[in-house]
C-alpha cells in the first residue's frame, strides 16, 4: 500500500524567506504527483501537476521537483510572503490510474 | 468555466441516519473522485466515478455508496452514520479517462458532524 509522508508538519518563517517542503512516497510506481494549498476549512487548491515522466515544475514562484526513483518531491517556494500561509498537501496517483494518496500536509506560518 | 461545486455546505446528523452529499464536477470533465478529511488529516480516498461507472475504491466499507449522474455530477451516500464520519468531504473532478492528465480540481467541501 503507498504511503505518503510530508515533512516537517509544521513550519515558521519571516516573510521574504525562500523555503522547501518535502514529500516522499514509498511505492516509486506513480502516474502523477500533485501539490496543492488548503486554507482552513477550505477545500483544496491546485498548485501544480508533475507526470511520472517530468522532473520539473514550475509555477511563478514556486517550482516543483519530482524523483522518482527515489520516491521523493519537494515544493520550494520563493519570497514567501504571509498570504503563502497554508497547509500544503501532496498526492500521489497509482499506475493503475484509480487510486489516490494524500500525505498529512505541512502547515505553513508566513510571519510578517 | 464553472468549478467544482458541492452541496450542502454543512449538516447535522446523528448516528444511524443517512445521508447524501452532492457534487457538480467541473465543465467537461468526466471523471468524479470522493474523499474525506478528518480533522488534521490528508484526504483519505473513498472512491472514483468514471463514465457512470465505479473505477477505484479506497478502504471504505460498503455503506459508503455514490452514483454518477448522465452529466457527470455525482452523490456520495452514507448509511447507519457512525460519529467517525464526522469530517470534511471532498469532491474532485478531473478531465478525460486513462492516459490524460487527470489534474484534479476540489469543490470547497461538506462539512459533516455526526451526533
Known amino acids: 500500500k503507498q504511503e505518503v509522508t510530508q515533512i516537517p508538519a509544521a513550519l515558521s518563517v519571516p516573510e521574504g524567506e525562500n523555503l522547501v517542503l518535502n514529500c516522499s512516497f514509498t511505492d516509486s510506481a506513480i502516474y502523477n504527483l500533485q501539490w496543492f494549498r488548503q486554507d482552513p476549512g477550505k477545500g483544496l487548491t491546485s498548485l501544480l501537476l508533475?507526470?511520472?515522466?517530468?522532473r520539473e515544475q514550475t509555477s511563478g514562484r514556486l517550482n516543483a521537483s519530482l524523483d522518482k526513483s527515489s520516491g521523493r518531491s519537494t515544493l520550494y517556494i520563493a519570497a514567501s510572503q504571509p498570504g503563502d500561509s497554508a497547509t500544503y498537501l501532496c498526492a500521489v496517483k497509482g499506475e493503475d490510474f484509480n487510486k489516490f494518496y494524500f500525505g498529512s500536509g505541512t502547515k505553513l506560518n508566513v510571519k510578517p | 468555466e464553472t468549478g467544482v461545486t458541492q452541496s450542502p455546505t454543512h449538516l447535522i446528523k446523528t448516528r444511524g441516519q443517512q445521508v447524501t452529499l452532492r457534487c457538480s464536477s467541473q465543465s467537461g470533465h468526466n471523471t468524479v473522485s470522493w474523499y474525506q478529511q478528518a480533522l488534521g488529516q490528508g484526504p483519505q480516498f473513498i472512491f472514483q466515478?468514471?463514465?457512470?461507472?465505479?473505477?477505484g475504491r479506497g478502504n471504505f466499507p460498503p455503506r459508503f455508496s455514490g452514483l454518477q449522474f448522465p452529466n457527470y455530477s455525482s452523490e456520495l451516500n452514507v448509511n447507519a452514520l457512525e460519529l467517525d464520519d464526522s469530517a470534511l468531504y471532498l469532491c474532485a473532478s478531473s478531465g478525460g479517462g486513462q492516459g490524460s492528465y487527470n489534474e484534479q480540481f476540489f469543490g470547497p467541501g461538506t462539512r459533516l458532524t455526526v451526533l
Open positions: 508533475i507526470q511520472s515522466s517530468q
Open positions: 466515478y468514471y463514465r457512470e461507472e465505479e473505477n
